[in-house]
């Protein structure tokens, strides 16, 4: 609500000024009523030197709390003297909250320094879990919340220029954290235009996006990918962290309902039907030290939206991932894709969709989930298969329906929605979370399951 305030009114500086000074946490305000209080003294302080007659009525009020009994130099002095304290200590302190404030990002304007290193940076620790185009999304919208935000995004992509970098370089896929990294850029507009320029030539470059072999280029100058990641936050001055979820390279494997083995994020969600089980090889990919603990830290956990086996669940099958978001404290919340994907996850439920993240994710992963409501009245292309979320509900989680799609791209949620459905239900439910009945351990299998174990789990290599 406060960022919506801002936005609105930003084309008035001087009342936006206004409205910055006022916000709470700003750190500011103190320090003009102290400073105010000060003149106030020091003007007192001065009339009193001068004799000068006050207002009628002005002796009886204040009486002895204006040393009316004191000689006048006395009196006087003492006005000046508390008043040239009190203003003198205001304008120090104003300078020095100003002054840190301004060392957040120096190219900022005063305002926004102050808007986010105050502000946000007092907002909630939140970890998103996920990858693909959801993620960005949603960064997109809580940035403009808090800005201690970290991202833990998936590292199986396996495509075009990420899946090619990798291969050449031997580095991990830089694609899914290009996009994080841009959605939670200050100048998004300008920044995403310019990571996301693709080379069109006859040569090697032919397909690559600018973003890409930038961070590809920064992981080689800071020694590791991680390194290169950081750095090019840095560059872009992003709103929070970006972090793979492991540091080595994995490969997603799936398998689906017909018994095809598919190979590969990219052939896993092209796989055109039904998916029984996905794993990850190596099984034992260590998970990234800082992702564990910003899990660990966490006021609120959110998996998702984005693919459900190829940019979810891959996050939850790196060792000790799934296990940190099951201890962790915070509140956790799924946030349920607005449609269905074609083979991966078309006509899966809400309810079956909450259940794959609890088959891989464990019983205590989820306490909220959020759905969207709005179904466009049938409004939409016949491909596009919108998740109903309207089913009975006889689940420990808590649902929250609201309407967060994008109307314009129905198969996406709108990121200022997304943003404010979550930090209203974050507002509402913090501090209450509670353990799911522990008769959830077996958990209903979604109906395309088949059971088992996950697919390849008694093999050594993809």
């Known amino acids: 609500m406060m960022r919506a305030i ?3 009114i930003s084309r008035f500086p001087l009342t936006n000024a206004i409205l910055v000074l006022l916000i709470p946490g700003i750190h500011l305000k103190r320090w003009l009523a102290l400073g105010f209080f000060g003149t106030i003294a020091v003007t007192l302080g001065v009339l009193f030197a001068f004799e000068v007659s006050l207002a009628p009525g002005f002796h009886s ?7 009316k009994f004191a000689p006048t130099p006395i009196r006087s002095g003492v006005f000046i003297g508390l008043g040239m304290i009190f203003a003198g200590s205001a304008l120090v302190k104003l300078l020095m909250s100003l002054g840190s404030a301004r060392g957040v990002r120096r190219h900022w304007s005063l305002l926004d320094s102050l808007y986010v290193g105050r502000v946000l940076s007092g907002g909630p620790r939140v970890v998103v ?4 185009s959801g993620l960005p999304n949603l960064l997109r919208g809580l940035k403009h919340y808090t800005s201690n935000l970290t991202a833990v995004v998936t ?13 050449e370089l031997d580095i991990l896929p830089p694609g899914d954290i290009r996009n994080c990294l841009v959605a939670l850029a200050d100048s998004e507009t300008v920044m995403q235009d310019l990571m996301d320029y693709r080379f069109s030539t006859n040569g090697q470059l032919d397909g690559h996006s600018f973003g890409n072999i930038l961070i590809a280029a920064l992981a080689g100058i800071g020694g590791d990918f991680y390194k290169g990641v950081e750095i090019a936050g840095q560059l872009l001055a992003i709103r929070g962290k970006v972090i793979p979820s492991t540091t080595t390279n994995v490969t997603l494997v799936g398998s689906t309902v017909s018994g095809q083995r598919l190979v590969g994020e990219s052939r896993v969600g092209a796989a055109g039907e039904h998916l029984r089980m996905v794993a990850l090889f190596p099984p034992d990919a260590p998970a990234h030290p800082d992702a564990m603990r910003a899990i660990e830290e966490a006021d609120l956990i959110i998996l998702g939206p984005g693919s459900l086996f190829t940019s979810i669940v891959p996050n939850l099958l790196v060792k000790d991932i799934a296990g940190a978001v099951a201890k962790a404290g915070g509140l956790k919340m799924y946030v349920c894709n607005v449609a269905g994907e074609a083979g991966e996850s078309a006509g899966l439920s809400l309810l079956d969709h909450l259940n794959v993240i609890r088959y891989y994710a464990g019983t205590y992963s989820v306490d909220i989930v959020i759905a969207n409501e709005n179904l466009l009245d049938g409004n939409i292309p016949e491909t596009i298969s919108l998740i109903d979320p309207r089913q009975p509900w006889q689940d420990p989680a808590v649902r929250v329906l609201a309407d967060i799609i994008d109307e314009a791209s129905p198969t996406h949620h709108e990121p200022a929605k997304l943003a404010t459905a979550i930090t ?10 509670r353990r799911l009945p522990l008769l959830w351990h077996n958990v209903r299998q979604p109906a395309h399951f088949n059971g088992g174990e996950p697919v390849g789990a008694n093999q050594q290599s993809p």
Request: glycine share 22%; hydrophobic share 25%; net charge positive.
């Open 6 to 8: 801002l936005d609105k």
């Open 424 to 433: 209203q239900t974050y507002r509402q439910h913090r501090g209450k979370r």
């Open 129 to 132: 879990i996920g990858g693909g």
């Open 155 to 167: 590292v199986a992509d396996d495509g075009g220029s990420s899946g090619r970098l990798r291969s």
């Open 61 to 67: 009020i204040v009486g002895t709390l204006s040393l």
